[in-house]
């Protein structure tokens, strides 16, 4: 039984890739998004961005790591998230640590794996926040929305969420204060709606805002990508792959800014 690791599993952005989590056996999120494909964040767990969980790793962290790291020497992330909001652990930099010490530790066939956060961007705002994040090789932020009014529908936040223009400004910091040699991955899900009382985030309004947001924020990467699994709701459902090509070409066509890659996945 692991109490803090999953896979390796082949992830469509990151290739081989170890997922670590960070947060109790429950989901902890400050949002609760529509497309999320662990289920509904529950009412007592939908928490505020300055929530602070204490949840350090035990001296159990480092051996299980070890041991399945030694197995997979051509593995491309070490990946931290999955099971809620990682940020929220007040001990997070000290799982890091841990990370890379062991990977340093390791022998792999090519580059070592890189050491990757999820983030859904919300608690960006805060200094704090911040100043942990970038100490991560390579920064997977979230941002599926641009407009106030899609932000509410699409990611249903917790009402002490900052508002999307807060976290857009919070993203730039980050770019502006993180190190040359880490990345900022924006990662922008869109998805559809069966309800025709829903409006999805793929629409036109959401997709120039969204525009907009990534000339400012100028990250290294967009991944553009939709569900792969069971949503949170009934009613989602995926993009297909010639949506993911228009929306791309759609976005360039927008920020007209060839520093800016973006992909769909």
Not at 14 to 34: A, D, E, Q, R, W
Not at 72 to 101: C, K, Q
Request: hydrophobic share 35%.
């Amino acid at each position: 039984m692991r109490d803090y690791t999953y896979g390796p599993f082949q992830s469509r952005r990151l290739g081989l890739s170890l997922g670590i989590n960070v947060l109790p056996n429950y989901k902890v999120c400050t949002f609760n998004c529509v497309y999320c494909e662990i289920g509904s964040t529950d009412k007592k767990n939908l928490v505020p961005p300055n929530f602070r969980i204490k949840f350090p790793p035990s001296s159990k962290f480092r051996k299980e790591l070890a041991s399945i790291l030694s197995l997979v020497p051509h593995l491309n992330s070490i990946t931290f998230g999955y099971n809620g909001e990682p940020t929220l652990n007040d001990h997070l930099l000290d799982f890091l640590n841990i990370a890379y010490e062991v990977r340093e530790n390791c022998e792999w066939t090519g580059q070592k794996p890189l050491l990757t956060l999820f983030t859904n961007s919300s608690t960006l705002y805060l200094e704090e926040i911040r100043e942990r994040v970038k100490q991560f090789e390579f920064i997977l932020a979230k941002l599926d929305v641009a407009t106030d009014d899609d932000f509410k529908r699409t990611n249903r936040p917790h009402n002490k969420s900052p508002n999307i223009e807060a976290i857009i400004n919070s993203l730039v910091k980050l770019r502006e204060e993180k190190t040359v040699d880490h990345k900022l991955v924006i990662q922008s899900l869109i998805y559809n709606s069966y309800n025709r009382d829903f409006t999805s985030n793929n629409n036109n309004s959401n997709l120039d805002k969204l525009a907009l947001a990534l000339k400012r924020i100028k990250p290294d990467l967009v991944q553009i990508y939709t569900t792969a699994r069971i949503p949170a709701e009934y009613y989602v459902y995926s993009i297909d792959d010639t949506r993911k090509n228009e929306i791309v070409k759609y976005l360039e066509d927008l920020i007209q800014d060839k520093s800016i890659t973006i992909n769909f996945y």
